[in-house]
């Protein structure tokens, strides 16, 4: 990896957007969701359509945050989530958009409002008509229980995860956030993306038609490599422990 190109693309720039993938998160004992030993080879994904209209693909939803929600409470963020931190924190404009629901960038003390979480998290449950925000306990307790799911308590109307769903539509504002970001930054970094799940992987082609520069650092190559500025591939993890030893950000 070089090291110094990746810290001169930096300092190079006035504002960075950073778009992380399931890559970063490898680390921290999550494999991707999509892998060979992902958490759709275990959990059977239930698409939204089956949601909507099915009380026991419903139930079996619920239970699959159950079980991953148990898994993302015994695991911990790593180097290169404080690396987006360290990155972050060096211009007041860096963004962050992740693909990645696990809540890990926030474990990290990644503020909110730096966040753009455009498939959503599995730490929490909304309405799907009213949009209102819920905590996960009380769903987990019917289920544990075997008793009805609750409806919304303000508009009856069902609640899910607040992740995308297979099949279920993006946050228009969330996705129009996010082209904002990767249109006005002077850098886009991608850490951990495959950069094949669409719109997402769209952004680095809207960072390069506005003139921004693109950095990848990703385990294995992306359609764009040959695109970007630097390319680096390989551990997310190590990428981070020799810049954060360094102490060049600080």
């Known amino acids: 990896m070089d090291i110094d190109a990746f810290i001169d693309e930096i300092k190079k720039a ?6 992380t993938g ?4 490898t680390a921290s004992g999550i494999p991707d969701f999509r892998g060979d030993d992902g958490f759709w080879k275990t959990n059977k994904p239930i698409y939204f359509k089956e949601f909507i209209h099915s009380e026991k693909k419903r139930i079996e939803s619920w239970k699959n945050n159950i079980a991953l929600t148990k898994k993302l409470s015994e695991i911990t963020f790593n180097t290169g989530h404080t690396l987006v931190n360290k990155i972050l924190s060096l211009y007041r404009d860096n963004i962050l958009i992740t693909q990645n629901i696990d809540g890990l960038h926030h474990k990290a003390g990644t503020k909110t409002e730096k966040i753009i979480e455009i498939h959503g998290t599995a730490l929490r449950a909304n309405c ?9 306990q009380r769903f987990h307790t019917a289920i544990k229980f075997n008793k009805p799911v609750p409806d919304c308590d303000a ?3 069902l609640v899910k995860v607040a992740t995308i769903s297979f099949g279920q539509s993006m946050d228009p504002l969330k996705m129009q956030k996010a082209v904002h970001a990767v ?18 992987a769209g952004l680095p082609r809207i960072a390069l038609e ?22 680096m591939n390989g551990n997310i993890e190590d990428l981070a ?6 102490h060049v950000l600080d």
């Open 241 to 246: 422990n020799k810049i954060l030893l360094s």
């Open 128 to 136: 799907l008509e009213c949009k209102k925000i819920f905590e996960l």
């Open 155 to 157: 508009c009856s109307g």
């Open 14 to 19: 006035t504002s960075i957007s950073i778009l």
């Open 183 to 200: 249109s006005q930054t002077d850098l886009l970094i991608v850490l951990g993306s495959s950069l094949v799940v669409q719109p997402v």
């Open 22 to 25: 399931a890559g970063i998160s």
């Open 210 to 231: 506005n003139g921004k520069r693109l950095v990848i650092c990703n385990k294995e190559p992306t359609p764009f490599d040959i695109h970007a500025n630097l390319v």
